[in-house]
């Protein structure tokens, strides 16, 4: 079984700051990519940054230049840090891991419980 656990989510006032974590454990062989999606009541659930094993990123439009993904390869944990947040980044976020448990097998997706950020205006 592989885990993403998240953490660092909370409440902080527009214009502030927030850092998530997202540590990836378990049977591991090897991670693809690992990022991160948001999602709000009764809008589906959207991509908000990635990053690939090669350091390829990926940010929707709305959070360049403010969010920031980054990856400890050695701990198997993702961050992304969120700058200048507005109360629109208010959602449920979710880590996402895209990887192989075992050399043979195909690359599956593995979520998080998913942590809330709340910008209050």
């Known amino acids: 079984q592989v885990q993403l656990v998240e953490s660092g989510g909370g409440l902080v006032q527009a214009g502030g700051s927030l850092r998530l974590s997202c540590a990836a454990s378990?049977?591991?062989?090897?991670?693809?990519?690992m990022g991160w999606y948001r999602q709000t009541p009764g809008k589906q659930r959207e991509l908000v940054a990635t990053?690939?094993?090669?350091?390829?990123?990926n940010y929707a439009d709305s959070v360049k230049g403010r969010f920031t993904i980054s990856r400890d390869n050695a701990k198997n944990t993702v961050y992304l840090q969120m700058n200048s947040l507005k109360p629109e980044d208010t959602a449920v976020y979710y880590c996402?891991?895209?990887?192989?448990?075992?050399?043979?097998?195909?690359?599956?997706?593995?979520w998080g419980q998913g942590t809330q950020v709340t910008v209050s205006s």
């Open positions: 996402n891991a895209l990887l192989k448990t075992e050399p043979l097998r195909p690359l599956n997706d593995y």
């Open positions: 378990g049977s591991i062989f090897s991670i693809n990519a």
């Open positions: 990053l690939t094993g090669r350091g390829s990123t």
